[in-house]
């Protein structure tokens, strides 16, 4: 008895622990720091870098039905941070650069551009989003500069998602109806960091 609830305690311990980890996709032998935000996997890639700026390879994949769209906010803010949007647009994902000053609807965010590379697809059940961001890492917010350290090993993040789709889902600047769901999560990014970044964004291309 005693045992069973010792056993029980540590199973509880590693399913926290794992909640961050490896995982290394088995089709592109891409690895990635994951992290399961609610329904949403994260995942993250970057280089070998001691600071910002750096590029970040982004894989999300999400369900569809909780997911009608989902961001992710690169300081673990809902304002004044770089935020990903994300949606599916029939068999493929649209990736919608956005930013918000106050809780309003994030709009454009011309200074964070992404590459959507293979992988970015949709099917019956869930959506994967996979690119490439440039300006993700470092940002600008009322004169005050902001960067992910590459070496934190719990940065902080947010996501949030509505599972109503966005209202034209071919356009990476549709309106998207308030989230449903919001909550921070950490990333490891020392886990992401990968000397094999370059040959992971070539072959992904
Ligand atoms: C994706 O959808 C397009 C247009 O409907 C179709 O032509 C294409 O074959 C689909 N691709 C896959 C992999 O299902
Ligand atoms: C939409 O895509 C265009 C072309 O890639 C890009 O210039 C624009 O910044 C994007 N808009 C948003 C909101 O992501
Ligand atoms: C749909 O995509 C998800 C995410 O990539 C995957 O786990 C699932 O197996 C796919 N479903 C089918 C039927 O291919």
Known sequence: MILKSFLYAVTLLWVGAVNAAQY???VTSVCYSETKAGDLYVRVAIPMADNGPFDILLQLVAPKQTAGWAAIAWGGKMTKNPITVAWANGNKTVVSSRWANTRTPPVAYPTATYTVLRGSTS?????????????????????????????????????ALSPTPPSQPANNASSITKHTIHATFTVDLAAAKSDKFQEYITSLA
């Open 24 to 26: 290394c996709d088995p």
């Open 123 to 159: 099917n019956a059940t869930h959506w994967t989003l996979t690119a490439l961001c440039s300006q993700c890492a470092t940002w600008t917010a009322d004169n005050v500069k902001s960067a992910l350290n590459p070496n934190d090993k719990a940065a902080k993040f947010a996501y």
